[in-house]
C-alpha cells in the first residue's frame, strides 16, 4: 500500500505520516470499533463517490449496535469524505471510515471512553487481483463458521468482527485458493471472509438472507436492485453448500470485490469453470452504473471534482 497524502482525523485534514493513534486505544485491544469501505470511481465528468450515504448509514448503524456515540453528524462524515478525497490527489480509488473507542482505561467497559473518527483513502486495484476479476475466483470452504446471531452481532460491520474473516481468509491463502467460503452455524451458505454470494441455477438467482449472519452489503443491495432491470428475480433463501457445487454461476459481491465470478469451489469447478453470462451481464451493469452511464442510477454517484 503506497502512502498518501491526508488522513481525516476528528475533524481535521493530518498528514499520512502523523495520522497515529495511542497503543492504550480501547479499540486496539477489544475490537471496539466500526468501519466501512466505500469505493470512488473516476467517471466521464470526475470521481464519483459510490453510494456514499448509503455506506454512512451503515456506519451510524453498526456504531448504535456497540453503543459507540459518534461526535458528528451523518452530513459532516459525508463533506469530510468528499473533503479527504480532495486532499489526495494521488491514484486513490479506495475510503475507508472507522470510529473507534479511545484511549482511558485499560478494561472491558468503554462507557465513558471518547470516540475517535478517522477516514483515509488509499489506492486498492482489484481486490482480489485482475486474473481472478477476469476468469473468477477460487473458493474453499472454511473450517472456521460464521458465528450464530446469538454468538455476535454480525449484521453490523464490527471491527472485532472480523477476526474470524482473517482466520478463514489465511485458512484459504494456504490451500492455494483467493477466498473463503463461509458456512454460518447452522451448516449452510453465509458470505466471503469480506464479500456475499450469489448462486444462478436454471436462470434463478439465490442469495442467503440476513438471518444467515451475513453483513447486508451495499454492493449486495445494488445488485439486487439492478438484477430487475434487467429481468432477473433475486430470492433470498438457505443455500446448501452442495447447491453450490452444482450451480451454473456462483459470484461474490462487494465494496472492493465488486461483482467477482467464482470458478471453482473445493476444487469442483462452477458451471463451465469460467464466468457465466448472467454474472457478467449484472457485472457489465454495475460497472456502467458506477461509470455514470444509467441515467435511472446517477442518486448512487456523489461526484467530488
Request: proline letters at 4%.
Amino acid at each position: 500500500m503506497e502512502p498518501t497524502e491526508r488522513i481525516w482525523m476528528d475533524g481535521k485534514l493530518v498528514d499520512w505520516e502523523k495520522a497515529n493513534v495511542h497503543i492504550l486505544t480501547h479499540g486496539l485491544h477489544y475490537g471496539g470499533g466500526v468501519f466501512e469501505g466505500i469505493r470512488l470511481y473516476k467517471t466521464s465528468k470526475g470521481r464519483a463517490i459510490f453510494r456514499l450515504k448509503d455506506h454512512m448509514i451503515r456506519f451510524f448503524d453498526s456504531a448504535k449496535v456497540i453503543e459507540l456515540k459518534i461526535p458528528f453528524s451523518l452530513d459532516e462524515l459525508c463533506k469530510a469524505t468528499k473533503e479527504v478525497v480532495k486532499a489526495n490527489r494521488s491514484k486513490v480509488d479506495y475510503i475507508r471510515p472507522i470510529a473507534y473507542y479511545g484511549s482511558g482505561a485499560v478494561g472491558l467497559n468503554p462507557i465513558k471512553l471518547p470516540t475517535k473518527v478517522a477516514i483515509a483513502c488509499i489506492f486498492m486495484g482489484a481486490y482480489l487481483g485482475d486474473e481472478q476479476q477476469k476468469y473468477g475466483a477460487k473458493l474453499v470452504t472454511s473450517s472456521w463458521e460464521k458465528p450464530s446471531n446469538r454468538a455476535a452481532a454480525v449484521n453490523a460491520k464490527i471491527c472485532g468482527n472480523y477476526v474470524n474473516s482473517v482466520l478463514a481468509r489465511l485458512e484459504a491463502v494456504h490451500k492455494g485458493a483467493d477466498e473463503a467460503l463461509m458456512l454460518d452455524s447452522g451448516g449452510n451458505v453465509a458470505e466471503g471472509t469480506g464479500e456475499n454470494i450469489f448462486m444462478v441455477r436454471n436462470g434463478e438467482i439465490s442469495t442467503p438472507g440476513m438471518a444467515s449472519g451475513i453483513l447486508g452489503g451495499i454492493t449486495r443491495d445494488s445488485v439486487m436492485k439492478i438484477a430487475p432491470e434487467l429481468g432477473y428475480e433475486i430470492t433470498e433463501r438457505d443455500i446448501t453448500r452442495s447447491e453450490l457445487y452444482v450451480a451454473d454461476e456462483v459470484f461474490l459481491t462487494g465494496t472492493a470485490a465488486e461483482v467477482l465470478p467464482v470458478r471453482s469451489i473445493d476444487d469442483r469447478s462452477i458451471g463451465a469453470g469460467k464466468p457465466g453470462p448472467i454474472t457478467m451481464e449484472l457485472a457489465k451493469e454495475f460497472t456502467s452504473i458506477t461509470m455514470g452511464k444509467r441515467k435511472k442510477f446517477l442518486h448512487w454517484l456523489d461526484y467530488v471534482d
